[in-house]
């Protein structure tokens, strides 16, 4: 059985997607950011960077990972699952899973505070970190061009770069005019397993003072 620490975000996506594929049993211990749960001692000795997802695997001696793309790593690992086993093949999913980690992850990330959540708009600063995202699904768009997936059969790298795209309508990225990264798209939104784990936790309705908490987390 596995724990996984979580909330409804692309990095928490990843998580739960691949423990649905995967069909691992595991129990959601929800993560409330806006009131700082993450920060909590307890979750902390767990997670020292005070982030989701955390996964505590009960089944080998309550070993805890921390970092979303170090978790896709030790699930696909576990179950020989999502990711070759030979140096070539699992080296070119690691490539478009870091991809993601390094490029498409900070780049969106910063687009939606800048976009959705800081209260001065500053356009230079919107318009810099739109366009870095869109030349980022530009790139995975090329890729995707000759192969339905990133790297040969699905694997965890599709996931987790996919956890993000689809999300990309909140940093007011538009991707219509990408044909290949929106087929894509619809092929992973298509997948039973990627259908559940977007639900895992349900996302809540935004109230305002849930919307001030969570200014007050992403732009500090």
Same mark, same amino acid.
């Given at each position: &059985?596995?724990?996984? /620490?979580?909330? @409804? ?23 409330? %950011? ?42 696909? $690992? *576990?179950?020989?699952? %999502? &990711?070759?086993?030979?140096? *070539?093949?699992?080296? $070119? ?7 993601? &980690?390094?490029?498409?992850g900070p780049m969106q990330g910063q687009a ?11 356009? @230079? ?11 980022? /699904? ?5 890729? %995707?061009?000759?192969? $339905? /997936?990133?790297?040969?059969? /699905? ?15 909140? @940093? ?8 290949? %990264? ?27 003072? &849930? ?8 732009t500090r």
């Amino acid at each position: &059985m596995i724990d996984l /620490y979580t909330a @409804a975000t692309p990095n928490g996506w990843k998580a739960s997607i691949a423990l649905e594929e995967l069909e691992l049993p595991y129990e959601v211990r929800l993560i409330n %950011l806006s009131t700082g749960d993450q920060k909590q001692p307890d979750y902390l000795k767990i997670n020292p960077n005070g982030r989701i997802p955390t996964i505590v695997d009960r089944d080998a001696d309550d070993f805890a990972i921390f970092e979303s793309g170090a978790i896709l790593i030790y699930l696909a $690992e *576990k179950t020989g699952r %999502l &990711m070759p086993t030979d140096a *070539k093949g699992r080296s $070119e999913v690691i490539q478009w899973l870091m991809f993601q &980690m390094a490029g498409v992850g900070p780049m969106q990330g910063q687009a939606n505070v800048f976009f959705r959540y800081f209260e001065e708009k500053i356009p @230079a600063v919107i318009d810099r970190y739109q366009h870095e995202t869109k030349r980022l /699904y530009t790139v995975l768009d090329t890729r %995707l061009a000759d192969r $339905e /997936y990133l790297a040969g059969d /699905y694997s965890i790298a599709d996931i987790a770069n996919w956890s993000w795209v689809r999300a990309h309508f909140w @940093a007011g990225v538009e991707v219509e005019d990408l044909e290949n %990264l929106s087929r894509w798209m619809d092929t992973m939104a298509a997948r039973p397993a990627c259908q559940r784990g977007v639900e895992v936790p349900p996302f809540p309705e935004l109230s305002e003072d &849930m919307v001030k908490a969570a200014q007050k987390i992403l732009t500090r």
